[in-house]
């Protein structure tokens, strides 16, 4: 069910940048209710030929043609017949029109923040001009990060009243063991100066003494992609200091993937180092395939993984992160055990069920059409 599929819809998705099973895990949910699904988006990693088969959600790609684009948007829109559009952050003229129709057509229009309020305060004056725009005419803002609500305060973004939290969440699938046969360490996350993968490389040496086999994939290379550019000078970087560290044998960058499963299901440890941890989507789906994490002590880590019981909550330096996980690697019992409980915090708290009851509840409470 994807391209091909009749385009009527209740919900109207835009502002994607890429298609890939976590962009659609809410989307894919919402469809298994019932609930119709367009998702227009770009597709700047090429990964669709890849995932297409293993979503739900009917997707249109949207045209290079700035001007197409609308045009088609504006199609879309007359097709669907959407209950609402639900917009991501994208590029500043292709954001404006959309939420520019969906104002003048009267159609509801959702804003699911996903990461663009981090660095509000750096942002282009452009930017900020058609964020406050989109915000102000939106129905609802769904805000995915601890930090989010305070900024949308402390810039008087958006009314309390037209806001909800709701963070990310993954499904559940069955067939789980945290049996491995080699000792991999991963991190599986687009490569961004924020997310301190140099202190994965620097924790290397530390675990290679105590655990010689051990070796890292770094999964996530976009340098090869026409995708995320800004992000190139820091991917050189890594390379650079794996080579001056002597790191090749057993260090292995890898490019961004449609099949993230495969790396799960041969790990024993995942690393997160990162400034932002609470949700992130490797994470959950790690510790869903019963792979215990080591993650920053950063806002919001106790609230994904119990220190101790389902991975480790480490500080943000290289010996902190070493010896989480050369305590992983030492112990195989334990690292099983951690893996299992990780499953379960999962099950328990972060099943993708949960976000759609949530929502559909949100919906109905903010939107006239999702009440009839």
């Known amino acids: 069910m994807c391209a091909d599929m009749d385009t009527r819809g209740d919900i109207l998705i835009v502002g994607m940048d890429k298609i890939t099973d976590k962009s659609c895990y809410l989307y894919d949910a919402f469809t298994s209710r019932g609930i119709r699904c367009v998702l227009y988006s770009r597709d700047k990693t090429n990964l669709f030929?890849?995932?297409?088969?293993?979503?739900?959600?009917?997707i249109r790609l949207v045209p290079k043609n700035l001007f197409i684009e609308i045009l088609y948007f504006l199609y879309l829109l007359i097709s669907c017949k959407p209950r609402h559009v639900e917009m991501y952050s994208t590029h500043i003229v292709s954001q404006f029109c959309y939420a520019l129709i969906c104002w003048?057509?009267?159609?509801?229009?959702?804003?699911?923040c996903i990461g663009e309020l981090y660095?509000?305060?750096d942002h282009r004056v452009a930017r900020k001009i058609v964020d406050r725009f989109s915000y102000r005419i939106a129905t609802l803002l769904v805000l995915t990060e601890l930090y989010m609500p305070e900024t949308v305060r402390k810039y008087r973004l958006a009314t309390s009243?037209?806001?909800?939290?709701?963070?990310?969440?993954?499904?559940?699938?069955?067939?789980?063991?945290?049996?491995?046969?080699?000792?991999?360490i991963l991190f599986l996350n687009s490569f961004k100066p924020w997310r301190r993968i140099e202190l994965i490389l620097d924790a290397v040496p530390h675990i290679i003494q105590k655990i010689p086999e051990a070796k890292v994939?770094?999964?996530?290379?976009?340098?090869?992609?026409?995708?995320?550019?800004?992000?190139h000078a820091y991917e050189e970087m890594l390379?650079?200091?794996?080579?001056?560290?002597?790191?090749?044998?057993?260090?292995?960058?890898?490019?961004?993937t449609a099949h993230p499963r495969e790396y799960y299901e041969r790990a024993s440890v995942f690393m997160l180092p990162a400034d932002l941890v609470f949700c992130n989507f490797s994470v959950l789906e790690a510790m869903e395939r019963c792979v215990p994490?080591?993650?920053?002590?950063?806002?919001?880590?106790?609230?994904?993984v119990e220190n101790g019981v389902s991975g480790f909550i480490a500080k943000q330096d290289p010996s902190s992160f070493a010896q989480a996980v050369i305590t992983l690697l030492s112990d195989e019992s334990l690292r099983k055990q951690m893996g299992l409980k990780a499953r379960e915090k999962i099950i328990q708290?972060?099943?993708?069920?949960?976000?759609?009851?949530y929502l559909l509840d949100s919906y109905k409470n903010h939107i006239r059409s999702w009440r009839r």
């Open 49 to 58: 030929p890849d995932v297409k088969d293993r979503l739900r959600t009917t």
């Open 104 to 112: 003048i057509c009267r159609v509801p229009l959702v804003i699911v």
């Open 119 to 121: 660095d509000w305060e």
């Open 161 to 184: 009243n037209k806001t909800v939290f709701c963070h990310n969440r993954i499904p559940v699938t069955a067939n789980c063991t945290p049996d491995r046969k080699e000792k991999i």
């Open 217 to 231: 994939l770094l999964v996530g290379a976009t340098r090869n992609l026409n995708y995320l550019k800004s992000t």
């Open 239 to 256: 390379l650079k200091k794996i080579d001056t560290m002597n790191l090749g044998s057993h260090v292995e960058t890898l490019p961004f």
């Open 293 to 304: 994490c080591v993650i920053a002590d950063a806002e919001g880590a106790s609230m994904i």
């Open 349 to 357: 708290e972060f099943n993708i069920e949960e976000s759609v009851n």
